[in-house]
């Protein structure tokens, strides 16, 4: 599992597609989650309802990422931390809680379901990019009938360089059949030691109650992030959307 790719700090337009492909089917539920503005840090907030949240101490980092995304049966979360300090301290789902005001805990999916779902894409994933590959390597070919005189360099359309007629013959990785579902397992929150100086973090997903699918209003909600001996609270609401 550590060897899944590691994605980068910075709020991007992909936070909110990765948690729509790694959250189950939209059901009933029209829940979303807000975070208040820490009383020790900042709230940002971005495109379509996302919201980070930061705190900051002498030895970590950590933000608190609301996709803004429906939650319904199934939710998700972004953690990321930074180690400022000295010691290394492990981060994964372990150390991360979601707990509403009645004191009902938004347990985590288990790792192992998306290993499954990471194995059968990958393989299906390969064998779409290894035909990819062969249908664009016979483009070169294919063009290479029109030239004028056999030995001439052909002219590249107007406004293309050679680097970008190279580039032409590749596609999209995410446009390839389970590539965006790919991408969003490799942005999973998994457990890593974080040494000093390093980051690390991603997705939580979490599996929501039926009792609270059903209850139709909103609830406070706590997120803790353990960072080695300190605990980091993330303050904020599950809010019913009428």
Known sequence: MKSWPMKSWPMK??????????????????????LDRPANGRLLTGHMGLEAADEQTPYTLVRVIAPGNTVDVRGTIRVLVANLGTRTF????????????????????????????????????GHAQAIDLANRNDLPSASGSTASAPGMPQALP?????????????????????????NAIYQLLIPLDIGPRQAWGGY????????????HADQPLTITVRTGAEVHQFTGALHWRD
């Open 13 to 34: 337009s992909w936070v909110g597609s990765a948690a729509l492909v790694l959250a189950a089917p939209a059901m009933a539920g029209n829940y979303k989650i807000v």
């Open 158 to 182: 107007t406004g293309q360089t050679a680097d970008t007629a190279s580039q032409d013959y590749h596609s999209d990785e995410d446009l390839l059949p389970h590539g965006e579902a790919l």
């Open 90 to 125: 492990t981060v994964g789902p372990d150390q991360v809680t979601l707990q509403l005001g009645d004191g009902t805990i938004l347990k985590p999916v288990p790792i192992e379901e998306f290993e499954k779902r990471k194995v059968v894409a990958e393989e299906e994933h």
């Open 204 to 215: 939580y997903v979490f599996d929501v109650p039926k009792a609270v699918q059903r209850a």
